[in-house]
């Protein structure tokens, strides 16, 4: 996303390795500043299903779930197919737009995000030591920074991870330095920070988690990440160009659809009460209904790294092709203008699909067609992945089952 949205765009040059936070506000367009180093202050984070079809009513898909023999254990079928990739819809941001056609082959994708019990299988069959977990890298850090920016001692490049703390009362909504925290000792055993931890939360989405801790993961697992067009056919599950994963209606019936801010929280975002534990947080996979391609969560809850560099203008880049583009694997490098005090290069991933912090008062990131960049050394607490197949990797598995089975989570 082009702006700090769903308290959250944390993402885009600061959070992790990003142990400054710059906080700009943009929607007055008052721009606030903030650069504090590790351990010096840092104090903000920059970082059945319902059926609708413009119309028309689809035939369901057919939902197919992997059983480790005709199929990857815990893997959905996702059929490919041809789709308006984006949106034009009053919601949509420019980083959206405009709506262009894609086709994307068929895959196999997790059927929920990775949780906190796959993850530790990986780290104890692996002895794997997270992002979070290491101090920063300066080289890391220093390319998501103003020109100039002196490096901090080490003394203060401290390990951690951006957690959202919320507020105690209303605030405005410009600066989301009042809302997000770098945490020395956050990871993904204590999302939180010391003091937190994951007990009796085996079920639900590992995070605190960066994209090099999700391309490991997935190395291991013999998966990887998607694409960030195989990741928005997925998400809408055969309806197209509707504005949530499960139709038009946001609440159909009025039922809750997705792990979000509204209908989860009582207090306007970012008001979190210190007697209720804070923010409600994650729920585990599975809590909500599955998408039409059978596939749960793929917005809210927590946000998921996809394998695309991110530019702002992508999509104004593939529609301008003016055809049909084919399995995109996105732009070779980041570009993202929207980020004041952050180089525009910078180095940013594609992450998708919203948490539980979206909120219609400040973001609208729970629709399949939201998209942002995410420094890709960046751990969050709302921010983890999910895996695909592709077919020709599931048949090279097969071939070695007893090993490929020994991964699965």
């Not at 219609?360 to 751990?379: F, I, K, M, V």
């Amino acid at each position: 996303m082009s702006g700090p949205r769903e308290g959250s765009n944390p993402g885009a040059g600061t959070g992790r390795s990003g142990s400054v936070a710059l906080a700009a506000g943009r929607r007055s367009g008052h721009k606030v500043w903030i650069l504090a180093l590790l351990g010096l202050g840092v104090a903000a984070g920059l970082g059945g299903s319902y059926w609708y079809m413009k119309g028309r009513t689809p035939a369901a898909p057919v939902v197919v779930v992997g059983d480790g023999k005709n199929g990857p254990a815990g893997m959905v079928r996702v059929p490919g197919g041809e789709f308006l990739m984006g949106s034009d819809s009053k919601m949509a941001q420019a980083n959206e737009k405009p709506a262009h056609k894609v086709r994307v082959h068929a895959f196999w994708m997790d059927q929920h995000h990775v949780t906190n019990a796959e993850f530790r299988k990986f780290v104890e069959a692996t002895g794997y030591v997270s992002t979070a977990e290491k101090p920063p890298e300066w080289e890391t850090l220093r390319v998501q920074l103003p020109p100039g920016t002196p490096r901090p001692p080490a003394s203060a490049m401290v390990a951690g991870g951006m957690v959202f703390v919320g507020t105690s009362r209303p605030v405005p909504l410009q600066d989301y330095s009042r809302w997000w925290r770098y945490v020395p000792g956050a990871d993904w055993r204590h999302p939180g920070g010391p003091g937190t931890s994951i007990k009796g939360k085996d079920d639900h989405p590992v995070v605190q988690v960066s994209y090099e801790d999700a391309e490991a993961y997935a190395k291991w697992a013999g998966k990887r990440l998607p694409t960030e067009a195989e990741w928005e056919f997925a998400a809408r599950g055969g309806l197209e160009q509707a504005t949530y994963a499960w139709g038009e209606k946001f609440t159909p019936d009025g039922k809750q659809m997705a792990n979000v801010w509204q209908g989860q929280q009582n207090q306007p975002f970012p008001v979190v009460s210190p007697k209720a534990g804070g923010a409600l947080g994650t729920s585990p996979v599975g809590t909500f209904p599955p998408n039409g391609y059978g596939l749960a969560d793929m917005t809210g809850n927590a946000w998921q790294w996809v394998a695309d560099w991110y530019r702002a203008d992508q999509f104004r880049r593939e529609a301008s092709a003016n055809r049909l583009i084919e399995n995109p694997t996105g732009p070779t490098a980041s570009w993202d203008p929207g980020e004041p005090g952050v180089p525009v290069d910078a180095p940013k991933r594609v992450t998708r699909g919203g948490s539980f912090l979206c909120n219609e008062d400040y973001c609208l990131s729970y629709r399949p067609s939201a998209r942002r960049g995410t420094d890709p050394y960046n751990s969050m607490s709302h921010l983890g992945f999910r895996l695909v197949m592709d077919d020709s990797r599931w048949a090279e598995m097969r071939q070695q089952q007893p090993v490929a089975m020994a991964r699965q989570p």
